[in-house]
């Protein structure tokens, strides 16, 4: 008999992947759809998903405990994986009243419901960020499992205390949880706020490319679909009450990030516009994935050449998506933001 997972935020950048990953590699699975659709979240990205009778769409709030129970006793899950949050440090540092509120009372709702529900894996959606960051100048140095937690923007503090709930909830009452903590992905669908999407469209439109400071600081860039199959090992093989760092060794400078997109779409460097730094802005991420390896046989299987050919394809080649979802609210926030038009 398949399983009835339950994917929250599945309209969202990582989550759709997901949907869309189990859809074609877990024929027997239905899966559930439960997002809120806030400004990050596109019924758009599930047009394809919504034609196939292994999957469903509830729109949803995580806070919302009679919504998710409502759910939970329709759908009677096995499997729980909460993709759900608020997830632009930027907007974190604006507004961080709302992160705390889906990112920690929404993981709560939703535990509570697996608990009363008896599902048999909660898995969170987590990230390196709860590590804090790693000095420019110690190359050798990377997160581990045992890297003690110390966040640095309200975005990152919300989800370690997330994590730190979910462990709690684990001990204490013994719900059969799961974490996994990935760093940077990229890939289709990824909401053009974020650095790369934003740095293709800036480029496309012959727009300034705003990089923050010098852009020296490094994230550990995954391509979307190595995060999604680590996370489908990890609900189906993972150890309950375990924690796995997702990355692949692919560190990049800002900096040559944005130049490598120039480059593939034949933009002169000239749109670079350095501007103020984010507050409190975290220097580097390196991920050491050996935990995820050893016990579950994971490694990465795109290359960053080739994952970034790809997203640059996809997004030329899916104009109508990005116009629909950089309309409205998104607008005003660029504006604010950047102070740029
Ligand atoms: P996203 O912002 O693209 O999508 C978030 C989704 O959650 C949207 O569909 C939104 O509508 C939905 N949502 C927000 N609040 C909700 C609520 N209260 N109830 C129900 N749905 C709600 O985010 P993403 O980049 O896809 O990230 C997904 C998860 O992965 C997050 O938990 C994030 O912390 C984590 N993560 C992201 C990255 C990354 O590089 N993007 C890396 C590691 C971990
Ligand atoms: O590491 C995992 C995290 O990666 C996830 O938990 C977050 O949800 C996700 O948003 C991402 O966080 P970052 O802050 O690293 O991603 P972002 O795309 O916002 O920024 C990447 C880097 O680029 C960062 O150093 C800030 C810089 N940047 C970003 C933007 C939006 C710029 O220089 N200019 C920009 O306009």
Redesign the pocket.
Known sequence: MGLNIVV????????SNFVYYELANRPGDKIIC?????Y???LETLEEAMKSPQFRFVK????DAAAVGKLFAEEKPEIVV???????VDRSIETPGLFLH??II?TQVLMDACRKHGVRRFHQ????EVYGDLPLDRPDLFFTEQTPLHASSPYSAS?ASADLLVQAYHRTYGLPVSIS?????YGPY??PE?LIPLMILNALADKPLPVYGAGENVRDWLYVED?CAAIDLIIRKGKIGSLYNVGGHNEKRNIDVVKIILQVLGKPESLIRHVEDRKGHDLRYAIDPAKLTSELGWTPKTKFEDGIRRTIDWYLSHRDWWEHVTSGEYVEYYEKHYGLK
């Open positions: 929250t935020g599945g309209a969202g950048f990582i989550g439960f997002d809120a659709l806030t990050a979240g596109n949803g709030d995580i806070t909460n993709f759900a949050a608020e997830s632009h889906t990112n929404g959606v987590s990230t390196d989800k903590r990935c760093s940077n992905n990824h909401f974020k995060h």
